[in-house]
Nanobody, 116 residues
Framework: QLQLVESGGGLVQPGGSLRLSCAAS????????IGWFRQAPGKEREGVSC????????NYPDSVKGRFTISRDNAKNTVYLQMNSLKSEDTAVYYC?????????WGRGTQVTVSS
């Protein structure tokens, strides 16, 4: 079964950090640009980072630039999202997918809640 599984979410206080993981099963991530996305209640899903196949190129929207870092370990077939200086507005369900997204690869996501 081809799937992406996100993990690492949780409840964290403002200013805290989390590291999310995106693990692939049934296929290799080596051939894909990978993105992290998030969806907050009542809002549309938005992209928060992406990383090239080689890992040497990344991109972030202004809302997370300087706070989030995406990385990949192709040997482990995993992509990571290090999130620092978290804010309440970062609260959302976080997903990973290929870029452009592949409909069949949307997983359940991992919930990130930033609250005191």
């Amino acid at each position: 079964q081809l799937q992406l599984v996100e993990s690492g979410g949780g409840l964290v206080q403002p200013g805290g950090s989390l590291r999310l993981s995106c693990a692939a099963s049934g296929f290799t991530l080596d051939y894909y640009i990978i993105g992290w996305f998030r969806q907050a209640p009542g809002k549309e899903r938005e992209g928060v980072s992406c990383i090239s196949i080689s890992g040497d190129s990344t991109n972030y929207p202004d809302s997370v630039k300087g706070r989030f870092t995406i990385s990949r370990d192709n040997a482990k077939n995993t992509v990571y999202l290090q999130m620092n200086s978290l804010k309440s507005e970062d609260t959302a369900v976080y997903y990973c997918n290929t870029l452009p997204p592949t409909n069949d690869y949307w997983g359940r996501g991992t919930q990130v809640t930033v609250s005191s």
